[in-house]
């Protein structure tokens, strides 16, 4: 299986800054199928980005997604006070499905 | 609106079983692939389970391969889990959610399993 590992595991912003998470794959993930998720405390995840680089609807395009083969970035432009939560990128690209371990970004 | 309501967790011993239900409305529910997605207390996410629309496709992860059984109904728009021979490690949330080419972009709030004697 292939496996995500994401850095940083704690991310310490201020609101307005610019924050950015990596994830690596232990494998090529196969037609960029990558994605993120955001899941706050007592919250179910929701989808911000698919396909490596699509932002889901509704999602603000403060968010950005890129990278391919096995190397992923999520990109938050200016931190809003909501953004504070934990983040998971994901692959779809092969079975079975799997998810980096998280990183936190806190204030 | 989409709307994905799990229930059917609770204490169960180890060596038990139960079986999860989730509730679907808000789009055409045998037009999508669904998911089971757990979450230990503390930890990541992990994928469990998923069924086609039709429900002919399966897929389950190694931890839980012979164990858990998905399954659904679409005449009532409902999606389920069977997980026999519970452990410890199966502790944890148990999301419901929409699959759509790989992504799942619509989840329920989760319902708790907890494994202990």
């Known amino acids: 299986e292939i496996v995500l590992t994401q850095s940083p595991a704690t991310l310490s912003v201020s609101p307005g800054e610019r924050a950015t998470v990596s994830c690596r794959a232990s494998q090529s993930v196969s037609g960029r199928y990558f994605a993120w998720y955001q899941q706050t405390p007592g919250q179910a995840p929701r989808l911000l980005i698919y396909?490596?680089?699509k932002r889901a609807t509704g999602i603000p395009d403060r968010f950005s997604g890129s990278g391919s083969g096995t190397d992923f970035t999520l990109t938050i432009s200016r931190l809003e006070p909501e953004d504070f939560a934990v983040y998971y990128c994901?692959?779809?690209?092969?079975?079975?499905?799997?998810f980096g371990p998280g990183t936190k970004v806190e204030i | 609106q989409v709307q994905l309501v799990e229930s059917g967790g609770g204490l169960v011993k180890p060596g038990g079983s139960l079986k999860l239900s989730c509730a679907v409305s808000g789009f055409t529910f045998r037009d999508y692939y669904m998911s089971w997605i757990r979450q230990a207390p503390g930890r990541g996410l992990e994928w469990v389970s998923f069924i086609s629309g039709s429900g002919t496709i399966v897929w389950s992860a190694d931890s839980v391969k012979g164990r858990f059984t998905i399954s659904r109904d679409n005449a009532d728009n409902s999606l389920y889990l069977q997980m026999n021979s519970l452990r410890a490690e199966d502790t944890a949330v148990y999301y419901c959610a929409r699959e759509r080419g790989g992504i799942n972009d619509y989840w329920g709030q989760g319902t708790l399993v907890t494994v202990s004697s």
């Open positions: 994901q692959q779809y690209g092969s079975s079975p499905r799997t």
């Open positions: 396909d490596a680089s």
